[in-house]
C-alpha cells in the first residue's frame, strides 16, 4: 500500500473517533477504510454511506453485491473484487455471470435485474449519460427510490475502487488475481 497502515495507538484523536465509530458496525477498518483513516472527516462521512449501500439501499443485497463486482471489473479493482465474489456467489449471482464479468464479456443474463443493473452501470461509466430506454428499465423494476440507489451505488462503488486502486492496497494474501490482464497494479495487455 502506498500509505502506511495506521496502527491504532498511533492514530491522532480524530482518527481513532472515526476508527471506532467504524468498527462499531464492521469489526475492523481494513481495505479502503485503512486509506480513508488517513483522513478522518473523509472516513466519517465515507462509512455511513459505504453501510447504506452494503446493507440499508432499496436494492436486494444480491444487486449490491452484483454492483460491486461490476464497477471492480470496470475499474480492474482486484482488492474488491476478491472481497465480495463469494458474497456475490452467496446471494445468487451465476458462475457463469461471474465468470464472463471477470473475463470483461458481457454476461447473458437470465435476470432482468442484473441486466438492467449492468446496462445501467455501463452506460454511465462508459458514455457518461444513460439512454431513456435504459432508465425507464430501471425505474419499471426498483421504482424511484431504487433507481436513485442504483445511481448512487455505482457512484459510491466507483468510489471505493478508485480508492483502492489509486492507494494500491495490498491484495488479500489467500486470494488469486482476478483478471488476466491486470497484475499488481498494472494491464499487462
Known amino acids: 500500500m502506498r500509505l502506511p497502515k495506521l496502527d491504532y495507538n498511533d492514530m491522532t484523536p480524530r482518527q481513532r473517533e472515526a ?10 477498518a ?6 480513508w483513516l ?9 462509512s455511513p454511506l459505504s453501510s447504506y449501500m452494503r446493507w440499508d439501499a432499496a436494492l436486494p443485497e444480491k444487486l449490491r453485491e452484483f454492483g460491486i463486482l461490476v464497477t471492480a471489473r470496470f475499474w480492474d479493482a482486484q482488492y474488491s473484487w476478491n472481497a465480495h465474489v463469494d458474497k456475490a456467489r452467496a446471494a445468487g449471482i451465476s458462475e457463469a455471470v461471474i465468470n464472463d464479468l471477470a ?10 435485474a442484473e441486466r438492467v443493473y449492468y446496462s445501467f452501470a455501463m452506460e454511465i461509466l462508459r458514455n457518461h449519460f444513460v439512454s431513456e430506454k435504459t432508465f425507464a428499465e430501471a425505474k419499471a423494476i426498483f421504482g424511484e427510490k431504487g433507481v436513485v440507489d442504483l445511481i448512487g451505488s455505482i457512484g459510491y462503488f466507483s468510489m471505493l475502487q478508485i480508492c483502492l486502486n ?11 488475481p482476478p483478471f488476466a490482464e491486470v497484475r499488481g497494479y498494472q494491464k499487462t495487455s
Open 166 to 176: 489509486s492507494a494500491e492496497v495490498d491484495l488479500q494474501p489467500d486470494r488469486a
Open 30 to 35: 481494513s481495505g479502503p477504510y485503512g486509506v
Open 19 to 28: 476508527h471506532d465509530k467504524h468498527v462499531a458496525k464492521r469489526t475492523r
Open 103 to 112: 473475463a470483461n464479456r458481457m454476461p447473458a443474463f437470465e435476470a432482468d
Open 38 to 46: 488517513h483522513s478522518p472527516e473523509l472516513m466519517n462521512l465515507v
